[in-house]
Nanobody, 122 residues
Framework: VQLQACGGGLVQAGGSLRLSCAAS????????MGWFRQAPGKERDFVAA????????YYADSVKGRFTISRDNAKNTVHLQMNSLKPEDTAVYYC????????????????WGQGTLVTVSS
């Protein structure tokens, strides 16, 4: 079971990035998927999550209205569209696979990707 995240990079404030996470090893079409981020010297924080069929989405207050999580179960992928980026969005972003129920807690996610670095310059 592997999660491979990509799409990070350096962007100016106000810009956009699209992160993608590809799952391999088995299908995750019945699992909750989430994105978390960890800034230097800080704890890993919840960013967004999506239920198995994409109908329900959840966001941290800090990204609500700017980020959009989506998934494509046919391709076993999950995406995070990030718009209006701010310097405080700078962090390593991780995708994660949870269970069948929603959660904002990292302990409820069993499988993790390796992380992709997003740097937003002011």
């Amino acid at each position: 079971v592997q999660l491979q995240a990509c799409g990070g990079g350096l962007v100016q404030a106000g810009g956009s990035l699209r992160l993608s996470c590809a799952a391999s090893g088995r299908t995750f079409s019945r699992n909750f998927m989430g994105w978390f981020r960890q800034a230097p010297g800080k704890e890993r924080d919840f960013v967004a999550a999506i239920n198995w069929n994409g109908v329900s989405t959840y966001y941290a207050d800090s990204v609500k209205g700017r980020f959009t999580i989506s998934r494509d179960n046919a391709k076993n992928t999950v995406h995070l569209q990030m718009n209006s980026l701010k310097p405080e969005d700078t962090a390593v972003y991780y995708c994660a696979c949870g269970g069948p129920y929603s959660s904002r807690g990292s302990a409820d996610y069993e499988h993790w990707g390796q992380g992709t670095l997003v740097t937003v310059s002011s």
